[in-house]
């Protein structure tokens, strides 16, 4: 079994088939918005507030990307500045280091629970300086599998409030 590259073994469902077949058929072949389409962007919005339980959210505060690195690239170099920090969690997605790293930041590695493969939150706290810019979880975890249980809990406040305070 591959471990890696997030490859499904099944393929779109038939009703996102459908639309893409619609969408040529009605010719809907030229550039959009570098943003997403206003509708993709509010149906993104509706189903972070409605499904995720996130407060507030348009269309305007949603920005689609072609793929996840590039979210996360973006992200970073908006954020990175030479000498920050951001925390990466082994095992990690080969990219994310060198993300960090073509934006001027230094990874910092922190290792799973070897037993259970859970998030260590001591270590992360304990890897956080007042450089530490960002902490790439990704959950689940891939190439693990893993489901960070701890990440959806209090715990993830703990990490985020420690990571506020030490950079006020
Ligand atoms: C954890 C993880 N990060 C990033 C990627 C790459 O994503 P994208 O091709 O959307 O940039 C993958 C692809 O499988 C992945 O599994």
Redesign the pocket.
Known sequence: MNL????PHFQPPPAVIKSLHTAIDEMKLDYTSVRGTVEFRETIAEYMTKSLGHRDVTADHVLT????????WLALSALLEPGSEVIVIKP??T??PEIVKINGGTPVFVDSDKDTGELPVENIINAVTSRTKAIIV?NP???SGVVYVVWCSSAKRKIISTLTHMNE
């Open positions: 890696s590259v997030g490859e990307t072609t793929g996840a690195k590039f979210a996360i990690y997605w990219s994310y990704c975890n891939n190439p």
